[in-house]
């Protein structure tokens, strides 16, 4: 085992994925034990301006392969946000991570140096690799992940920390 | 720069802990200017058997600050979880920065191999630290970070994903 690029983005976003396939199987679980719609926990916000759970699913599952393809400078698979059932973003986070497992780790190599511009509506932002993955991938993909799980346990799912940790 | 376990551990929960301060300070000014008392974001829950706002920043300062130290291979300082105010859990975060900046980088040289044994209740986890870093310090650390955020958001403080990002 040794530091590397590939290994602080494939290896966190790919354990952390699986552990969100778990949850959400949770979540699928608990819905039919309680006898009712699981697409009410796919529609569920925390706020009523804030993201729905179907949205923080993808938008962690494109902060995971759009921020590894862009450390490996290729283009990132564009996935068209249709899901609307949980069925749908299971497979969706599943697909994620078969391409996440598709990127070779050499790729990746020298990425800490790499210049990556991300295009906002409003702004744009220039960052090395390195820095991009400390201050800009990870966070991203944290918040929805940890979004996703904090609207199933905020429902009522029987999820704790080991069901997101995975140990 | 360059990719070392310090940079993804130092740097990825210093640039997060300044932006929870940020969005600490928020709460202070939003419970404020709505005229409630701030201690009822304090003692906020997303679900009634969870942990409340101040555990969750007593947390995300532990897996901070013991999580670089286990790195480093040193002690970290013990904090006493005695909080029970904003001011105070802002002063928490303070002190974990300054403690987060007084590591020298070179003390995690060669932590990707170094063995860590993390010891619960009922269980003892063994890592390799490169691992340690990637599914335990990392995770843990943005699951009590993240979840302190929405417990803002949820509560209605006027916060976006661009306070939790700082840029």
């Known amino acids: 085992m040794q530091i590397s ?6 290896g966190v976003f790919k354990k952390a994925l699986s552990q969100l396939l778990h949850v959400m199987e949770k979540g699928v679980a608990n819905a039919k034990a309680r006898n009712f719609d699981v697409s009410v926990l796919v529609n569920s916000r925390l706020a009523p301006d804030m993201l729905p759970f ?8 494109d902060f995971a392969k759009n921020s590894l393809a862009r450390l490996a400078a290729v ?5 068209e946000d249709t899901e609307t059932t949980m069925d749908e973003l299971l497979a969706r986070v599943k697909k994620t991570l078969d391409y996440l497992d598709s990127v070779p780790s050499a790729a990746l190599e020298g990425s800490e140096t790499r210049p990556i511009v991300i295009k906002l509506r409003d702004r744009t932002l220039e960052f090395q690799g390195l820095e ?4 800009w991938a990870l966070p991203n993909f944290f918040f929805h992940h940890v979004t996703a799980y904090n609207l199933l346990r905020h429902n009522g799912v029987d999820i704790g920390k080991r069901d997101f940790l995975g140990r």
Request: proline residues 9%.
């Open 5 to 10: 690029m590939h290994a602080m983005s494939h």
């Open 54 to 61: 179907v949205r923080q699913i993808q938008l962690a599952s």
């Open 75 to 79: 283009d990132p698979p564009k996935m």
């Open 132 to 135: 991009f993955l400390q201050i």
